[in-house]
């Protein structure tokens, strides 16, 4: 294959590259739900979906849903729910492996778990993870891992 067949793709892959690099350092809010107990005989969210709160002997302590679950707080439910049962602009559902061929090679593509994406490779699409306290937005002209704050602004996912 002609070398000038190659930059162009690889040139895009970085470009992709470079976008979630930059998503990831835009300034992270602490988040206020760790900081002091807001109950003490109920459970609470906070920025990531996965994690709840609960104090015991006066201090904040965390915990996380199972894989697939996601914490919800209100009138009707307090705790983890699978994401068949969350709002679906705060889950991935029927996502599926990207083929990696047109437009899917050239760009980070949303996998089932939110904080995780896809990238296509030589050896086909990897799965890959955000940093933590982070989660994968390909919405709106957004495309990155964003703080939890930011993902759920961008999602319209605010309980």
């Known amino acids: 294959m002609p070398i000038s067949h190659c930059f162009p793709k690889a040139f895009l892959i970085c470009v992709g590259l470079l976008a979630l690099i930059y998503a990831a350092s835009l300034g992270d809010a602490a988040d206020p739900a760790t900081e002091v107990c807001q109950s003490e005989d109920e459970l609470w969210g906070g920025e990531d979906i996965h994690r709840f709160y609960f ?3 006066g201090q904040v302590m965390s915990d996380e849903c ?6 919800v707080d209100n009138s009707t439910v307090s705790g983890c729910v699978p994401s068949d049962m969350m709002n679906p602009t705060c889950v991935n559902l029927d996502v599926k492996v990207p083929d990696c061929t047109g437009a899917n090679k050239m760009q980070p593509q949303a996998a089932d778990e939110v904080t995780n994406f896809y990238l296509c490779t030589s050896e086909g699409p990897k799965e890959l993870s955000c940093e933590d306290g982070h989660a ?12 939890w704050t930011q993902w759920r602004n961008l999602r319209n996912c605010n309980n």
């Not at 199972?66 to 914490?71: A, E, K, L």
């Not at 994968?136 to 703080?147: E, K, P, Q």
């Open 136 to 147: 994968f937005v390909d919405s709106d002209g957004y495309l990155g891992c964003f703080n």
């Open 66 to 71: 199972d894989p697939g679950t996601y914490f």
């Open 55 to 57: 104090c015991l002997d």
